[in-house]
Every structure is written in structure tokens, then in C-alpha cells.
């Protein structure tokens, strides 16, 4: 397309296509006189209303057909929910990439896999520098999160300021990185902000989010009174300063710290190119583990959300290579429960107890602190920006209407409920939803990305959970059925419970094919589909249930 749209002309829009109505999946843009700017581009970790899928990506297509009116990409910082789907999506649009050094050696790790690593041009942008693209001045501003080098971006364009907050937290001692830049914050505030985009994950929390030093410490006690065994520590791979945390309180406890899971390795490495976790002791490689005595060892483990695919779900199973668990091991949960992973998660928990395994989670003790604002924050955070219009995203719709009640309560002017593929007009005028485009959902499946919502996936679930049915009518040249129909369930129920199960299909195939006209048996779709509706009712009435059902037709001529 290379016409501009009437309605983007002379005006400043936020569109976000992921991550507004829901936590996660971030995906946001932004017009200035028809000229388009992504921040971000994320996954999101499937449920089981995708089954057999791992990761779901944000639906590009409305803006991959405008590509070449999208002036670049800017990722905000390396969590997987801003940078995972760039190296999935990128193809659809091709734009430059603009982040911050640490970002950009995991997107290069993400592009390499993807064959990208020569595509895609990557801009390394210092943090809290700033930068121009079209209409669009950017300063970059550092704030603290759960991984280094977050970039909050104050955009200024002829329409007005608006900053886009990314993942933030005000930790005064955030032991990885430098502090919040307040002052900048400050300085780059006081012209006067229209909007301010902003993270509404920690809106129901009162007060301040935490400081990483008080985790710290907290662990520091911990581990103190764990002298003999085993200890493993599971915490989300990209937080790179709690990884510093535990490697510095594990060489005070005497401990090595050893690396189990393959995104540890990616991180470390990645943290220590760009100048981090440089001042601790090398890491070990799990496959040393077993060299080292049962108490000088501290294990750092992937999978805190109970993946079955993570090292620690592994280990529990038993199914480690090299690693293993024994009576009076310890395993402290350094994380939160993601909502969602509760069953999952209280799985492990269980699994490693009933190992004799002794578990701490945050439940238990001060194990961990969230990277995202609190109520406090965030009312600090507006009384520095003041923006006259408030637009709540990265929330759920009742975190959405619960930062709106907050802003309008600190004197916001404006405070607007937003959702994924809303047109939000800022400027000039009345800020306004003008309109609606295409937004969605894809899953990463073998091949590449299907629908979420699409009959792919619809198959699937109904494949889970009410099974399948295969049959085969044979019948001669006139139609008439000459051997007992033969009928395979996969997963539809237990035919042990079921004796005459196959005896009624039969006779209910029969009987239905006994009252086709002849024309009508002449026709193999007609007997297929009769067989198929003998076959769906016999298994409403007994079970409530609609396998998938294929029935084939095997017609046979007299001779």
C-alpha cells in the first residue's frame, strides 16, 4: 500500500497490536503524519487452549502491509515478551532496529537462529542517548527493571511529548546497572507531556515494588542457615541481576555456581560481552557439578515456571543428564508464580517434597521482587511526567481500569481504556479512539505461524479434548454394505467400559445406510456422511462428546 490513509495525516496516533488487555505479547505503535514507529515486538508463552503450542507472537499484519511507511523498530529492552517475536515477525516488514547493546547481543542470538544474522540491521543505541527518525525525536531514558539497560523513550514529534515507560520500577539499589534517571526523567518532562504510555502490571500492589539489594540480603540469610546438601536456585534466566545475586552470595556461602539450562548460558554470555557479572567467579558447566562436593555446590537452574521442558522440571523427573536431587537438597523458587502456572508450578513443588527435597518459594520467604511499578511508583512516576492524557497498556482489562481510576485520581486530565488494534488519536484535538483495525493472535507450530482462533487449532483442542473416530464402509457396486463396518477411537473413551460399544456403531451405521434411497448409495459422500452422523450420535448419547470423525467410503464392483 503506499497510499496514506486520510485518517493518518496531520496527526499523532498510538495503535497497539499486543500487550494492551493482556500482560505480555507487546507490540505498539506509533503515527506521525502517516509515517509509522514500532516499539517492541514480543511473545507470549501458550495455555492449554493451545495445546501442543509453546509460543504465541503478536499478528503483524495490518502494519506488514504499510511496511514501507514503518520507519523502524525500537526495542525498549530484552525480555522476551518485548524482543522474542522480532526474529519471527521481521520478514513481514523489514524495518531497521534501534537498542541498547546488552538487547541487541540477545536479538543477535534470536536472528542467528532464525537465519537473520546478515538480514536485519540492528542500530546499537547507547542508553540514555537520544535519536531522530523521521518526525520522531527520541530520548532514551534508563530505568530500573529485572533486566539491564530498560529504555523508557520520551518521543517528541510536532504534535507533542509522549513517553513510553517500557518495564519499569524505581529501585533505588537495583545491583545490576545504574539507578533510574530521574533527573533526566525530569529535564525531558518539563516542556510539557501529552501522554504517557505506561506499564499497568503492578497497579493492585500498594506501595513501592521492592528493591533487588533486599532480595539479596533476604537470600544472603537463607542460604546461611542451608549448610549441608545441595542448592538449587530457579529464577527467570534473563533476570540478570538476581543471577548476580545469587553468584555473589553463593562465593560468600562457599558455594560454586554451577549453570543448568541452556538460556542461563545465552544470558551470562551475553551480560558479560556488554560488560556485566564480570566481577564474579566463572560459572561452572552443569556436567562439573559432579566433581564438587554436595554442600559447595549452588545449581542456578532455568525453568521457574514449572516448564516440563526446563532444567528444574527435568531434574525433578529424574530425567537430568547431570544433574540430580537427593533427601535434604534444597530448591528455593527465586520468582513469582505467573498467573496461569499455578497447577503447573504446584505440580513441581509437590514432585520435588515427595523426593525429599526441601522447597522455598515466595510464599515461604522474601525470595523475590517484581521488576514492575507499584502504586507508590507509579504515583511518583506522574508527578514527575504530569501528562495531561493517561494510557494505561502491559495490563489485563482490570489493571487497564484500575491505572485509568489512579492517573484521573492524581489529576490526570484524561485517562483512556484501551485494547489491542484500537486507533487512538492524541493530536491535534480531543484524544479520541477514532477506529479499529485487525489485530490478533499466532501460534508458532512446525512450518510457521497459524491463527490461534483459526480451524487448525480448533481441530486440535477438539482432538484433546473429545478424540478422534476413523471408519471404513465397504460396500459393492450397488451400494449395499458387505462386511461389518470397521471403527478405530483414539481417546474418545475407554472401550473396556464399553462392551457393546462396537456392536452399536455397527448397527446404528447399518441402519441408517438401510434407509438411503438407491440413488442415494450410489453416492460414496452421502454414505460417508450418514455413517459419519451414526457414528457422532451414538457417542452424544452415551458420552455427551463430538470426536473428530472420518469415515471412508472402499466401493467394490461386482466381479
Given at each position: ?456 487449532l480448533s481441530t486440535r483442542r477438539r482432538l484433546v479434548y473429545n478424540g478422534s473416530i476413523s471408519g471404513v464402509v465397504i460396500v459393492d457396486e450397488k451400494g449395499q454394505i458387505t462386511e461389518d463396518p470397521m471403527i478405530r477411537l483414539r481417546g474418545v473413551v475407554d472401550e473396556n467400559l464399553f462392551p457393546d460399544l462396537q456392536k452399536m456403531m455397527r448397527q446404528e451405521i447399518v441402519s441408517r445406510h438401510g434407509k438411503l434411497s438407491k440413488a442415494e448409495k450410489q453416492d460414496d459422500a452421502i454414505i460417508e456422511e450418514t455413517a459419519h452422523n451414526a457414528v457422532r450420535k451414538v457417542f452424544r448419547r452415551i458420552a455427551g462428546r463430538r470426536p473428530i470423525t472420518d469415515i471412508y467410503v472402499i466401493r467394490f464392483d461386482d466381479e
Amino acid at each position: 500500500m503506499s497510499d496514506i490513509d486520510p485518517k493518518f495525516k496531520d496527526s499523532l496516533i498510538f495503535l497497539p497490536l499486543g500487550g494492551s488487555g493482556e500482560i505480555g505479547m507487546n507490540l505498539n505503535l506509533y503515527c506521525c503524519n502517516g509515517k509509522w514507529l514500532m516499539i517492541d515486538c514480543g511473545i507470549s508463552f501458550a495455555d492449554d487452549r493451545a495445546p501442543g503450542i509453546d509460543v504465541i507472537v503478536p499478528d503483524a499484519t495490518w502494519i506488514a502491509d504499510r511496511k514501507e511507511d514503518l520507519i523502524g523498530l525500537i526495542v525498549t529492552h530484552a525480555h522476551e515478551d518485548h524482543v522474542g517475536a522480532v526474529a519471527r515477525l521481521w520478514p513481514l516488514f523489514q524495518c531497521p532496529v534501534y537498542t541498547s547493546p546488552f538487547t541487541a547481543e540477545i536479538l543477535a542470538l534470536k536472528l542467528a537462529e532464525e537465519g537473520l544474522a546478515d538480514k536485519v540491521e540492528v542500530n546499537v543505541i547507547s542508553a540514555g542517548s537520544s535519536m531522530a527518525l523521521g518526525e520522531f525525536h527520541i530520548d532514551f531514558v534508563d530505568l530500573t527493571h529485572s533486566i539491564p539497560e530498560m529504555q523508557a523513550l520520551m518521543i517528541t514529534t510536532p504534535y507533542g511529548r509522549v513517553l513510553h515507560s517500557g518495564d519499569w520500577k524505581l529501585d533505588p539499589d537495583p545491583v545490576v546497572g545504574p539507578s533510574s534517571n530521574l533527573v533526566k526523567m525530569q529535564k525531558v518532562s518539563e516542556k510539557g507531556v501529552l501522554a504517557m504510555i505506561c506499564d499497568s502490571t503492578n497497579v493492585f500492589k500498594e506501595g513501592v515494588s521492592g528493591s533487588e539489594l533486599a532480595v539479596q540480603d533476604s537470600l544472603d540469610d537463607i542460604l546461611g542457615d542451608i549448610p549441608t546438601g545441595r542448592i538449587a536456585v530457579t529464577t527467570f534466566a534473563s533476570n540478570i541481576a538476581r543471577l548476580q545475586t545469587i553468584a555473589a552470595i553463593a562465593e560468600r556461602h562457599d558455594r560454586h555456581v554451577v549453570l543448568v539450562g541452556r538460556s542461563l548460558h545465552r544470558m551470562t554470555k551475553a551480560a558479560k560481552k556488554v560488560g556485566y557479572l564480570n566481577d564474579l567467579p566463572p560459572f561452572l558447566d552443569e556436567r562439573d557439578a559432579g566433581h564438587l562436593p554436595r554442600d559447595k555446590v549452588l545449581l542456578l537452574c532455568t525453568g521457574s515456571q514449572g516448564e516440563p521442558r526446563g532444567a528444574m522440571a527435568r531434574i525433578a523427573r529424574g530425567e537430568h543428564a547431570h544433574i540430580n536431587l537427593s533427601p535434604g537438597d534444597t530448591v528455593i523458587f527465586s520468582s513469582k508464580v505467573i498467573p496461569g502456572n499455578e497447577k503447573t508450578l504446584y505440580g513441581l513443588h509437590n514432585q520435588l517434597t515427595e523426593g525429599g527435597v526441601n522447597v522455598i518459594t515466595e510464599a515461604d520467604k522474601f525470595v523475590h521482587v517484581s521488576g514492575h511499578p507499584a502504586r507508590a511508583e507509579l504515583t511518583d512516576m506522574y508527578g514527575i511526567v504530569k501528562p495531561k492524557i493517561a494510557v494505561p497498556v502491559h495490563g489485563e482489562a482490570r489493571h487497564i481500569r484500575a491505572h485509568c481510576e489512579l492517573a484521573l485520581s492524581l489529576g490526570v486530565e484524561q485517562a483512556i481504556e484501551i485494547t489491542n488494534g484500537n486507533l487512538l488519536k492524541l493530536a491535534p484535538g480531543d484524544a479520541e479512539i477514532i477506529g479499529t483495525v485487525p489485530s490478533g493472535r499466532l501460534a508458532v507450530d512446525a512450518g510457521g505461524l497459524t491463527p490461534l482462533d483459526g480451524d487448525f487449532l480448533s481441530t486440535r483442542r477438539r482432538l484433546v479434548y473429545n478424540g478422534s473416530i476413523s471408519g471404513v464402509v465397504i460396500v459393492d457396486e450397488k451400494g449395499q454394505i458387505t462386511e461389518d463396518p470397521m471403527i478405530r477411537l483414539r481417546g474418545v473413551v475407554d472401550e473396556n467400559l464399553f462392551p457393546d460399544l462396537q456392536k452399536m456403531m455397527r448397527q446404528e451405521i447399518v441402519s441408517r445406510h438401510g434407509k438411503l434411497s438407491k440413488a442415494e448409495k450410489q453416492d460414496d459422500a452421502i454414505i460417508e456422511e450418514t455413517a459419519h452422523n451414526a457414528v457422532r450420535k451414538v457417542f452424544r448419547r452415551i458420552a455427551g462428546r463430538r470426536p473428530i470423525t472420518d469415515i471412508y467410503v472402499i466401493r467394490f464392483d461386482d466381479e
